[in-house]
């Protein structure tokens, strides 16, 4: 059995559980199914690929509070708020843990969640964002850990910490959905969901083409974690870019 323990974009979720105000009362499995579909991050597609190949698979997203809410008065009748993540864990028993948010317990505490929970075979981390000394060493505690990059593979690997990388893809199955969900309307030109941190091995790239779409006055949201000076340039080229746009709608040229 496995068991993936995720956390999302706290701007995502605040603008899901904005415009999904009704979903808050639903049932733990309504509210699953409804989030899961909105196909943010990795949503639901680890469990599907392993599914399919014969696995039991449970997703728990850690800091959805509606949805954790839930869980803990749907499976356990009661709701303390107070160690829910490890509650999941041992009510799911499973022989693979694969924490994708791997800031969720220290390496200590990982030694302690193996300790307790004899269950467990297996402890998956994940890593795509800046690390420091500390992160080496909590995640020394993992059995090993998957990243997107090869620069951080090998950071990691210098470490002593066994890691295998795992390229960005695309679900294709996203396309086929798109096409028989009539209701789905644009709004926004293109969006941009992930990190940006400045610096060599880190986002300049990926920086610099938020940047020229910005110029080119293209409608973009962001959705995500930004360095605190490519926050303030970001945002001030978005709201240069709603003025023109308040403008062209009145008729008056720049």
């Known amino acids: ?6 956390s999302y974009y706290k701007a995502i979720l605040s603008d899901y559980y904005a415009k999904n105000s009704f979903i808050k009362t639903a049932s ?3 509210q699953y199914d409804h989030l899961m579909k909105q196909r943010i991050a990795l949503s639901d597609f680890y469990a599907k690929h392993l599914l399919a190949k014969g696995n039991t698979v449970t997703e728990i997203v850690a ?33 693979v843990l694969f924490l994708q948010d791997s800031t969720l317990f220290s390496g200590e505490q990982i030694k302690e969640i193996r300790k ?8 998956i981390g994940f890593s795509c964002s800046p690390f420091n000394a500390t992160t080496f060493e909590n995640f020394k505690a993992f059995d090993f850990i998957i ?31 798109a096409k028989v969900d009539n209701e789905l309307k644009k709004i926004y030109d293109i969006v941009f969901i992930g990190s940006i941190f400045p610096g060599k ?10 940047e020229q779409l910005l110029d080119k006055n293209i409608q973009l949201k962001i959705f995500g974690h930004l360095y ?3 926050r303030s340039t970001l945002i001030a080229k978005q709201i240069i870019f709603l003025f023109t746009e308040l403008l062209r709608k009145a008729g008056i040229k720049k």
């Open 228 to 230: 605190e000076e490519n």
């Open 28 to 30: 733990y499995d309504e």
């Open 1 to 6: 059995s496995f068991l993936k323990i995720s």
């Open 116 to 123: 307790k929970f004899k269950f467990i075979k297996l402890i």
């Open 201 to 210: 091995g880190f986002h300049q790239t990926r920086l610099q083409i938020i």
């Open 63 to 95: 800091n959805a509070s509606y949805l954790q809410d839930c869980w803990e008065t749907t499976f356990l009748g009661t709701k303390t708020s107070k160690d829910l993540i490890t509650k999941q864990i041992e009510f799911y028993k499973p022989e």
């Open 147 to 177: 990243t997107y990059s090869s620069q951080f593979k090998n950071s990691f690997e210098q470490q002593g910490i066994k890691c295998y990388t795992i390229h960005h893809g695309f679900e294709t199955s996203i396309i086929e959905e």
